[in-house]
């Protein structure tokens, strides 16, 4: 009997005490899901600004590529200008995964690798003429020479053709970053 009142005592208190709890319990699943899908908006808005600076972070890694591409022929070193082909083969590649194809930016590059090999070519020639001595190979390493410069300045022009190109992918002012809401 004694276990019987207690039990209907224990159920009794239980009611009044779900009864005077509920609206708390009530609030307090609210809030806690409130606060639950803030986290989620939040956590989605960096995710998705991440993203966008991952990509600024390539786009950008291809022109500074092609800029030091340029910087290598301009030094006139077959080794740095070989060590920077690499670098801008692989540039090429990922433009097109990159970068929209009406932008052109893929073929830039590739007229960019072009006149890199070239340079590469007349560079090397050069010097293997230069360590010769012959009136000949003179005549043949001033035509180089003329022809390394052409190739320089046309690289140059792709360059700068680049530039106006690939401007609107980097230019950080259309990065938006993370905002709370």
Known sequence: MIKCITIELSIW???????????FLAFLTVSIGFCSLVVAYTQMKIACAKTRL????????????ALNCYQACSKEQSEEILRCQYELIK?????????KRNDSIHKILSEMLDY???IG????RVKKYESLN???????????????DDAKAVFQKKLFE???????????????GWTFF
């Open 13 to 23: 208190i239980l009611k009044k005490m779900l009864n005077h709890s509920f609206p």
């Open 54 to 65: 991952d990509l600024y972070e390539r786009r950008f890694g291809i022109y500074v590529s």
């Open 91 to 99: 540039s090429c590649r990922e433009s097109q995964f990159l970068f």
């Open 116 to 118: 890199t090999n070239q």
């Open 121 to 124: 070519s007349y560079v090397s």
């Open 134 to 148: 012959s009136a000949y190979l003179e005549i043949e390493l001033k035509r180089y020479k003329k022809l390394t």
């Open 162 to 176: 680049l530039e106006d190109k690939i401007k609107p992918y980097i230019q950080f002012e259309n990065i938006q």
